[in-house]
């Protein structure tokens, strides 16, 4: 019996492919953004300007899922995969936690909002709230995605070696560098950004989701949920006050729970879930 129970067990991912994940993930972002960064001119002639809609965009920024994906794939087979997908089924959590994603996200960007003078809610296009809606459902199959790679491979990995807060400044930077060719396509909203500041956001968000995510047991549904409220279009653009905002709540976070992002206690460290029937 315990031999069968061994054998039901997934094959989890090793600490070292680790760096295999963000090697990957790098060469394919900054692969494609690259090429119209160096040869803007050439990329635009041969595939398109690129946008939000471009398929280019969209392989740039499911490159963390991907990396996952494959890696998970490469290690345990489609039952592992299957087995790191079942994280999306665990959205249990406190209301504390629930009442930030819902609240608390909206009131950070009103908030800065106001600081620079700016409206609560980002101004309607000449479409009508219908396309602001459109947006918003497109947009939950850009940034959430990349919780498969930030949340699913990379957290649990890192807080096998460092407590959950190193873990998540670790990520926050990796991260905000990911996203750095994007500053240098005109084209984009990052393009009016100032890099330090989103980096510090970064980290910001990073840390806050560390606890979030280890209190839901290594959820992949609540990150990806967190992530799509940070980029939610109905929220008007309260840069750079914003990520000011957000690192006090990032301090404040890691303060309430200051033992178990600095002691790890509950820290998550599977990427792939061993079955059910391996743990009763």
């Not at 009103?110 to 101004?123: D, E, Q, T, V, Y």
């Not at 699913?152 to 873990?167: C, D, N, S, T």
């Not at 959820?219 to 949920?225: A, D, F, H, K, T």
């Amino acid at each position: 019996m315990t031999d069968l129970l061994i054998q039901q067990q997934h094959t989890d991912l090793k600490s070292r492919t680790l760096i295999g994940f963000y090697a990957l993930t790098f060469a394919i972002t900054w692969g494609v953004v690259g090429i119209y960064i160096i040869a803007p001119e050439g990329a635009v002639a041969l595939f398109g300007e690129i946008s939000g809609s471009h398929p280019f965009f969209f392989l740039a920024t499911w490159a963390p899922a991907l990396s996952a994906f494959l890696l998970i794939l490469t290690a345990s087979g489609v039952s592992g995969l299957k087995a790191f997908l079942s994280r999306l089924l665990l959205w249990r959590v406190s209301p504390v936690w629930a009442a930030f994603l819902i609240i608390g996200i909206p009131l950070v960007f009103m908030a800065g909002s106001l600081l620079k003078g700016g409206p609560l809610i980002a101004p309607m296009p000449p479409e009508g709230a219908g396309a602001m809606v459109a947006v918003l459902f497109m947009m939950l199959f850009l940034g959430p995605i990349e919780e498969f790679g930030w949340r699913g491979v990379a957290q649990p990995i890192l807080q096998r070696h460092v407590a959950p807060l190193w873990a998540g400044v670790i990520i926050g930077t990796i991260w905000g560098i990911w996203h750095l060719p994007a500053f240098f396509l005109s084209n984009t909203v990052f393009a009016s950004w100032n890099f330090f500041p989103f980096l510090m956001g970064n980290i910001a968000i990073a840390v806050i989701a560390t606890p979030l995510f280890n209190a839901s047991r290594g959820s992949l549904l609540l990150p990806m949920l967190f992530h799509w409220q940070l980029i939610n279009p109905f929220w008007p653009d309260a840069q750079p006050y914003d990520t000011w905002i957000l690192v006090v709540v990032a301090a404040a976070v890691v303060w309430w729970n200051r033992d178990s992002m600095l002691g790890g206690k509950g820290a998550v460290t599977q990427v792939i879930p061993a079955d059910r029937g391996a743990n009763q």
